[in-house]
T-cell receptor, first 115, second 113 residues
């Protein structure tokens, strides 16, 4: 099976712009989670989608949003970019069967640089 | 919410020696504890995980122990090799890995040849 894929791999934006990142989960996986990784804050949970619904949300401002499509692919959007949004954005997918362990598999990430 | 603390932040060991990384968690409802290895410029890769109904799990040179009472879990790597050099993250989840992982701050492990 192909792994989790993310596009684009690298992005450079300027403050105030918006950006959309894409994540394609492993075939058959229904849950997609997004994480922000920075040297200072480590890996921080953004949100998780399952069956096109946001099921969990981390402590990020409303500028960060996402969605999931019927094929389980997910997009994440950040509006009004700030310098502090520069980070590696990772998505992870899992099969998601309630009640048993679901390993999360990570994509390669999108490195966003805000100038 | 859940809070995961990880120690040490950096660890250097001689090749062939053992390495131990420790994590504590705050939410007694957490029931799934994976460990990820992240090499420079690469994605986090799951190396081992443990559920709350198990006290220890081994996979070749890697083992994880869990103490639910004390709310801490540890990663043990024996007979370390240069390719073990990486950043290791522990994490906790309260739904068997579904939905959300709360990560520790990472441990940079360096194996000295």
């Amino acid at each position: 099976k192909a792994g989790v894929t993310q596009t684009p791999r690298y992005l450079i934006k300027t403050r105030g712009q918006q950006v959309t990142l894409s994540c394609s989960p492993i075939s058959g996986h229904r849950s997609v989670s997004w994480y922000q990784q920075t040297p200072g804050q480590g890996l921080q949970f953004l949100f998780e989608y399952f069956s096109e619904t946001q099921r969990n949300k981390g402590n990020f401002p409303g500028r960060f949003s996402g969605r999931q499509f019927s094929n389980s692919r997910s997009e994440m959007n950040v509006s009004t970019l700030e310098l502090g949004d520069s980070a590696l954005y990772l998505c992870a997918s899992s099969p998601n069967g309630v009640g048993y362990t679901d390993t999360q598999y990570f994509g390669p990430g999108t490195r966003l640089t805000v100038l | 919410g859940e809070n995961v603390e990880q120690h040490p932040s950096t660890l250097s060991v001689q090749e062939g020696d053992s390495a131990v990384i420790k994590c504590t968690y705050s939410d007694s409802a957490s029931n799934y504890f994976p460990w990820y290895k992240q090499e420079l410029g690469k994605r986090p890769q799951l190396i081992i995980d443990i559920r709350s109904n198990v006290g220890e799990k081994k996979d070749q040179r890697i083992a994880v122990t869990l103490n639910k009472t004390a709310k801490h879990f540890s990663l043990h790597i024996t007979e370390t090799q240069p390719e073990d050099s990486a950043v290791y993250f522990c994490a906790a989840s309260n739904n068997f890995g579904n939905e959300k992982l709360t990560f520790g701050t990472g441990t940079r492990l360096t194996i000295i040849p």
